[in-house]
């Protein structure tokens, strides 16, 4: 078999085997768009607390409406910016609204944390220190699975109840015709696929403080 022969057949099986995985992520994507929840399954159950991931001005919104319908004694809003005090947030979110009455001992901020791994390890870190076994989890829809996938490894042994919301800019019914939503999708579904594989890789990922 000549050199060149052998150049082509590698090449063939090289372009066949990234067509295979193109196709697999693909079919994968529209599996992780299918699965994304449409509704919040449990609204009535209360919790110790309630956790708000950064992000979005629904999810904060939404923390706050949960705290004020009483799903929750305590909310916890995680990612905050340093420098960004519970005014400043109500007023980013809420701007025609003030803190609730009891802002000063039932509303914590985080700071520390800056993605979903860092959610979780500082929200597992004060669910410890608060003797928390319960909350209820509030961020966008498309963010739910990695979320629930993270805090279920920091905090195995918390109840943990989905509560999405929708932001209006994503559009998931029919998402496949949106650019701005199928980006969005391919980016967390890629972020989804390596929190899955992450701890067959304990060596490549940093230890956290928290």
């Not at 909350?135 to 829809?141: F, M, Q, S």
Request: aromatic letters at 10%; glycine letters at 10%; one cysteine or more.
């Amino acid at each position: 078999m000549t050199g060149g022969r052998l150049i082509r057949r590698g090449f063939t099986a090289f372009a066949t085997l990234v067509m295979a995985a193109a196709l697999a992520w693909g079919g994968g994507l529209v599996w992780f768009a299918a699965i994304l929840p449409i509704s919040v399954e449990d609204p009535e159950t209360v919790t110790d607390v309630i956790v708000v991931l950064t992000g979005g001005a629904e999810r904060v919104a939404g923390g706050l409406a949960l705290l004020e319908a009483g799903k929750a004694p305590v909310l916890f809003v995680s990612g905050v910016h340093r420098g960004v005090d519970l005014a400043d947030l109500v007023r980013l979110n809420q701007p025609s609204t003030s803190p609730p009455a009891c802002a000063g001992h039932c509303i914590t901020l985080g700071h520390a944390a800056d993605d979903t791994i860092g959610n979780a390890s500082e929200t597992a870190a004060w669910m410890q220190a608060g003797h928390f076994t319960s909350l209820r989890l509030v961020t966008a829809a498309y963010h739910m699975p990695r979320a629930l996938l993270e805090f279920h490894r920091a905090m195995p042994d918390c109840k943990i109840v989905p509560h999405p919301v929708f932001p209006v800019a994503f559009k998931r019914d029919q998402w496949w015709r949106w650019p701005g939503t199928i980006h969005l999708l391919a980016i967390e579904y890629s972020k989804y696929l390596g929190a899955w594989v992450r701890p067959l890789f304990p060596s490549l990922i940093p230890e956290r403080k928290t």
